[in-house]
């Protein structure tokens, strides 16, 4: 992940790092070059022993003097920030009732292949679904920047469906685990190998969506 600074960095005429695609060239000594930063070190969960946690102060230091206070109010955990974890599957004939059954899980979108197409509102369209589509979706809102614990859990849950999920994919199905952010405010966080590793031994795809603007 690259986070662009605060504040643009000027550069005098010459190239900034180094190796391909890496160097940047400066037309005249005003022309703003956009450095890559690293990204700015988490934020600490709780306080050392015997000292109060000054959040606005750690999100300072981390993120920089030129922070506005929205930014401040998104790095400490002052705005609500919703995103979804959801389990997707795609089938070309599977009945989405039968899927909810095996899993033991709500399909909270879903559509049967060959039933008549319609609007999220229900006004009916042309034609018929042409496969089966089912998603199961967990929504969270927090106040930090943490999801990776959602993640885990419902990975973590699929364990015992592994033979269901392979007769999906020997079928001509797939299956995958999306993360859905909201467009909220910042979110970051780390999955763990085990997950990831999990997420492969069960056939799982990893999906991201990230919306720019708060969904309803």
């Known amino acids: 992940m690259i986070r662009r600074s605060w504040r643009p ?6 190239n900034v790092g180094s190796g391909s695609g890496a160097a940047v060239r400066a037309s005249s000594a005003d022309r703003p070059v956009c450095l890559p930063l690293q990204p700015p070190p ?28 929205q930014n401040v ?27 909810s059954g095996a899993l033991g899980l709500e399909g909270h979108f879903s559509h049967r292949v060959g039933d008549q197409r319609k609007t999220p509102k229900g006004t009916l369209l042309s034609g018929v679904y042409p496969d089966t589509r089912w998603r199961h979706c967990i929504r969270r809102a927090v106040t930090e920047q943490w999801f990776a614990s959602e993640v885990v859990g419902l990975v973590a849950g699929l364990e015992a469906h592994k033979e269901f999920l392979a007769h999906i994919r020997a079928t001509g199905g797939s299956a995958s685990v999306i993360i859905q ?26 999906g991201i969506e990230c919306f720019t603007e708060p969904q309803s």
């Open 42 to 69: 988490a934020l600490p969960r709780t306080a050392a022993a015997g000292q109060e946690l000054n959040l606005t102060a750690c999100a300072l230091a981390a993120y920089g003097e030129g922070m506005s206070e």
């Open 73 to 99: 109010a998104d790095a400490i955990g002052t705005t609500p920030r919703r995103f979804d974890v959801e389990l997707f599957i795609l089938h070309p004939s599977l009945d989405p009732v039968d899927i």
């Open 181 to 206: 952010f909201l467009g909220d405010g910042y979110l970051a966080d780390v999955i763990p190998s085990a997950t990831l590793a999990k997420l492969a031994e069960l056939g799982l795809a990893l």
């Open 9 to 14: 960095r000027t550069a005098r005429a010459a």
